[in-house]
T-cell receptor
Framework: SQQGEEDPQALSIQEGENATMNCSYK?????LQWYRQNSGRGLVHLIL?????REKHSGRLRVTLDTSKKSSSLLITASRAADTASYFC?????????????FGSGTRLLVRP | KAGVTQTPRYLIKTRGQQVTLSCSPI?????VSWYQQTPGQGLQFLFE???????NKGNFPGRFSGRQFSNSRSEMNVSTLELGDSALYLC?????????????FGAGSRLTVL
């Protein structure tokens, strides 16, 4: 089952605008990760934010984490057509020595030239 | 450094058949996990392998199985295929040392069951 929900499910913006997508999760976490998926292909890791961090930046990406609300947001600034993709948040689950990610439902971003 | 390689990229099978998918992880990564992605269920964890041992399995029937070889390469098998098995199957490898939290995914194997 999925850890949480992302909203919006789909987002269409003009090139140069900012894109914000939100993620909610259900359980306590050690960190939260964001991944990007270009149409029908594999996922690419974008950024990881630890539970003791509130904000993190990487290039045009800004991620915030609010553990009290169990939510995170991903902001992409000055978007480009190449940012068109689906974006997923993911939370890790450790059990004994096994590791897996629980993914959100994803946000489909379309950046119009 | 080569990425995660999955083969085949696309395949079409009919109901009742079986399929084997292959994954070669990044060199030095000993953990390999598999995920199924469908429009209805999203991304779901299938299993994780480490040192040729299955560490964890998701909520999938016994028709889904896998294994890992001594060189860390992994295969997953789905027997008695059903229409609902049509999906993108993603393999991911993980460095269990530094950066142990991040998964590196392959491009996926898209399975269509007719």
């Amino acid at each position: 089952s999925q850890q949480g929900e992302e909203d919006p499910q789909a987002l269409s913006i003009q090139e140069g605008e900012n894109a914000t997508m939100n993620c909610s999760y259900k359980t306590s976490i050690n960190n939260l990760q964001w991944y990007r998926q270009n149409s029908g292909r594999g996922l690419v890791h974008l950024i990881l934010i630890r539970s003791n961090e509130r904000e993190k930046h990487s290039g045009r990406l800004r991620v915030t984490l609010d553990t009290s609300k169990k939510s995170s947001s991903l902001l992409i600034t000055a978007s480009r057509a190449a940012d068109t993709a689906s974006y997923f948040c993911a939370t890790p689950v450790w059990r004994d020595s096994s590791y897996k990610l629980i993914f959100g439902s994803g946000t489909r971003l379309l950046v119009r030239p | 450094k080569a990425g995660v390689t999955q083969t085949p990229r696309y395949l079409i099978k009919t109901r009742g058949q079986q399929v084997t998918l292959s994954c070669s992880p990044i060199s030095g990564h000993r953990s390999v996990s598999w995920y199924q992605q469908t429009p209805g269920q999203g991304l779901q964890f299938l299993f994780e392998y480490f040192s040729e041992t299955q560490r964890n399995k998701g909520n999938f029937p016994g028709r889904f199985s896998g294994r890992q070889f001594s060189n860390s390469r992994s295969e997953m098998n789905v027997s008695t295929l059903e229409l609902g098995d049509s999906a993108l199957y993603l393999c991911a490898s993980r460095n269990t040392g530094r950066g142990a939290n991040v998964l590196t995914f392959g491009a996926g194997s898209r399975l269509t069951v007719l």
